[in-house]
T-cell receptor, first 117, second 116 residues
Framework: GENVEQHPSTLSVQEGDSAVIKCTYS??????FPWYKQELGKGPQLIID?????GEKKDQRIAVTLNKTAKHFSLHITETQPEDSAVYFC????????????????FGQGTILTVHP | GAGVSQSPSNKVTEKGKDVELRCDPI?????LYWYRQSLGQGLEFLIY????????KSGLPSDRFSAERTGGSVSTLTIQRTQQEDSAVYLC??????????????FGPGTRLLVL
């Protein structure tokens, strides 16, 4: 089955700096890659996602890049703010056999991001 | 609109007892997922329901775990004869079939289960 590795496990930056979190996946059939932000005591919240037919996607201060050949994808947060502090998870998924729906997500182990004022 | 809701938010039980966890998905979402998050760990897939199709149970860790989805909406995850290693946050997510084929999964707040 799919295996997703995420690095680093913890990341500490100063406010205004950029933060980069990297993930690798093992199954070349994976074609959907979301990123989730989880704050303490809450469920994960989707912040950005990318499909395998594009190499980069950007939404304001957040961007994701995908390298299908190397099977890795990265989250980039620019101009970090203290409210960006949270746990970030990457995930990978693929189409279910015989259907058009994406099924289970395989998650990375998470990155604890701390942004210091 | 209302998001995914889960109940109870917290559950403390004794080893060997059975527990039921409930998930109310977003109205109109055809897919429902259960995941487990152990302390300091990532999310582990348990089971996936999609419409009237047979569920994908490949992530259930043992036969003590089961789940059902009634009427294509509410789901219940049941853990029989709970063990201390079952202590975790159980998260439910739902999604609808997107036009582009990708389904964004929206998560509930989770149920924190503690087995003493």
């Amino acid at each position: 089955g799919e295996n997703v590795e995420q690095h680093p496990s913890t990341l500490s930056v100063q406010e205004g700096d950029s933060a980069v979190i990297k993930c690798t996946y093992s199954d070349s059939a994976s074609n959907y890659f979301p990123w989730y932000k989880q704050e303490l005591g809450k469920g994960p919240q989707l912040i950005i996602d990318i499909r395998s037919n594009v190499g980069e996607k950007k939404d304001q201060r957040i961007a994701v890049t995908l390298n299908k050949t190397a099977k890795h994808f990265s989250l980039h947060i620019t101009e970090t703010q203290p409210e960006d502090s949270a746990v970030y998870f990457c995930a990978a998924s693929m189409k279910r056999a015989g259907g058009t729906s994406y099924g289970k997500l395989t998650f990375g182990q998470g990155t604890i991001l701390t942004v210091h004022p | 609109g209302a998001g995914v809701s889960q109940s109870p938010s917290n559950k403390v039980t004794e080893k060997g007892k059975d527990v039921e966890l409930r998930c109310d998905p977003i109205s109109g979402h055809t897919a429902l997922y259960w995941y487990r998050q152990s302390l300091g760990q990532g999310l582990e897939f348990l089971i996936y329901f999609q419409g009237n199709s047979a569920p994908d149970k490949s992530g259930l860790p043992s036969d003590r775990f089961s789940a059902e989805r009634t009427g294509g909406s509410v789901s219940t995850l049941t853990i029989q004869r709970t063990q201390q290693e079952d202590s975790a946050v159980y998260l439910c997510a739902s999604s609808r079939k997107g036009l582009a084929g990708a389904e964004t999964q929206y998560f509930g707040p989770g149920t924190r289960l503690l087995v003493l």
